[in-house]
């Protein structure tokens, strides 16, 4: 090993020492022989041309990322002379640690003996559940993107390794994989918000003295032996970030979700924006132009809205704001003219969005039943449409049974389909219902088809309603009937005969009034 020593090559030139390809191990023989040229004093070999990387079956070589697997990815060979990739499919194996089935054997869940079991949503998508039933959403960052020829966009550019050492340990279709991806862009997996976020609300019916900072984050496991879902309490809002608070709204952006306005222990009607991220509760600059509570909260194309609601100044309000960028700014508010005179303001409504076409988006906001500010309960349907600063339309159907209004529904949307469920009715003493009313908007945005659904198994108002995996979960609420908190969760099917089922119950305390970020399909 002495002929490695500085002292050979001190004297010497050795620009040409790292003159081997990009891959090729540095190894004592290697830099033996171009020392031994240099002492000898043999001229260099000329400069090294690195070649282009393409497809081989062993070596390293360039390949486009087409579509992603549970342990693989399927490519096309990639030439940086054309800078263009071919139509062959090449099958890469994942790096071991990115793996849905780290090991040969493995099923789908797997404990990585630490304490946490692993439950796969997509390849790329997983949660983590330790002992004590605590949740963790994990990541694949940066993901692998995928080529779409229909978007012309291109997929990743990965470089990977045929013929490793030990194999890849993966096969498809009983075929071991040859090639490994390197992971040059450093894959790992990363914790994130995942779950559907319940947050503040009332533990009972007193006005003052039962809001909460509670959070709780729910994820479905229809596989689970739990009752279909794993609940985990997560530490409340700080202090030093929120007061108590009800009768706030949620959206989601990407992977952060945004608490807005709400009523506050001090009785005032919030204007600030709480932004969660990581576990993590911070105050936007920015704060709402007008305070308010009991609105609809929910995000379209990337932006987020807040529509109605009881106003600073204890009046209904029909504004409507929008939040992009960080910042909120008025848009057209609610205009409308009611059978009973005209009203502009609306609250204590549900609320529920549709994406028309993902190609050619269109996003409508649909606002259902509620309290005008003539103090009429409502059976109305009102579309709000974001384009052109905001338009709204009183729709020419109504939620069913008809003539049957109500307010403090919940609400939430499967495809093109809304679902308004519960509610109450203070007139004549009608109380709480159990109604699921589907309003369905594929036919027509403007005259939504209304129909009667399964009801719900138990009669409640201000619930809160958000949808997984094309299933309805309605959790929490109240019955005004001996002044009863809730804490049931209930699943509801769309599909064919449509049915509830009841599910692992929201851990206490029972709960009203809540705001909902759904970071796993977005609201």
Not at 257 to 277: H, I, N, R
Request: net charge negative; glycine share 14%; with cysteine.
């Amino acid at each position: 090993m002495g002929r490695v020593g500085v002292a050979y090559v001190s004297d010497k030139p050795t620009t040409n020492v790292d003159r081997w390809d990009r891959g090729d191990p540095l190894t004592a023989r290697k830099l033996n022989e171009v020392i031994d040229r240099v002492n000898k004093g043999v001229p260099p070999p000329g400069p090294v041309r690195r070649r282009k990387q393409t497809a081989r079956t062993s070596g390293t070589g360039m390949f486009q990322v087409v579509s992603e697997g549970d342990n693989h990815i399927e490519c096309h060979p990639y030439s940086e002379e054309t800078g263009a990739d071919t139509s062959e499919t090449v099958r890469i194996a994942k790096p071991w640690f990115l793996r849905r089935t780290p090991f040969d054997g493995d099923d789908a869940t797997w404990d990585d003996r630490g304490g946490w079991t692993h439950s796969y949503t997509t390849p790329s998508r997983r949660v983590r559940v330790d002992t004590d039933g605590f949740t963790q959403g994990q990541k694949v960052d940066p993901a692998y993107l995928g080529k779409n020829e229909a978007l012309v966009v291109p997929g990743d550019l990965i470089f990977a390794t045929a013929n490793v050492d030990g194999g890849t340990g993966v096969s498809v279709n009983a075929e071991p994989l040859l090639y490994l991806d390197d992971n040059r862009d450093a894959r790992r997996w990363v914790d994130f918000n995942f779950g559907v976020y319940l947050v503040a609300g009332h533990s009972e019916n007193s006005q003052l003295t039962s809001r909460t900072r509670d959070v709780d984050s729910f994820v479905p496991d229809e596989g689970s032996d739990i009752g279909g879902g794993v609940w985990t309490t997560r530490g409340p809002i700080p202090e030093t970030v929120s007061d108590e608070r009800n009768a706030a709204a949620g959206f989601t952006l990407g992977d952060r979700g945004y608490l807005v306005g709400g009523a506050t222990t001090a009785s005032t009607y919030a204007t600030e924006t709480l932004v969660f991220a990581r576990d993590t509760w911070t105050i936007a600059s920015d704060t709402l132009n007008t305070g308010r509570h009991d609105h609809v909260g929910l995000s379209m194309g990337g932006k987020g809205y807040v529509l109605g609601g009881d106003d600073s100044t204890s009046t209904l309000t029909g504004s409507v704001e929008e939040f992009t960028l960080g910042v909120w700014s008025e848009k057209s508010p609610i205009q409308l003219i009611f059978t009973d005179g005209p009203s502009d303001g609306i609250t204590e409504m549900a609320g529920f969005r549709t994406e028309r076409s993902p190609e050619n988006p269109r996003y409508d906001a649909f606002l259902c039943g509620g309290e005008n500010d003539i103090g009429s309960q409502l059976d109305t349907i009102i579309k709000w449409n974001p384009a052109g600063g905001g338009s709204s339309v009183k729709c020419g159907s109504t939620l069913k049974p008809s003539g049957i209004t109500r307010r403090f529904s919940a609400a939430t949307a499967v495809g093109f389909k809304g679902y308004v469920m519960g509610g109450y009715n203070s007139g004549g003493g009608a109380g709480d219902y159990n109604y699921n009313t589907e309003v369905d908007t594929q036919q027509s945005v403007n005259v939504p088809t209304t129909v009667n659904r399964q009801p719900l198994n138990s009669i409640r108002q201000q619930a809160s309603a958000f949808t997984v995996g094309g299933k309805v979960y309605i959790v929490g609420g109240w019955q005004a009937a001996g002044a009863v908190g809730l804490n049931l969760c209930e699943q509801f099917t769309p599909d064919g005969a449509g049915t509830w089922v009841v599910k692992k119950a929201l851990p206490s305390p029972a709960r009203f009034s809540m705001g909902v970020m759904n970071l796993i399909e977005g609201n």
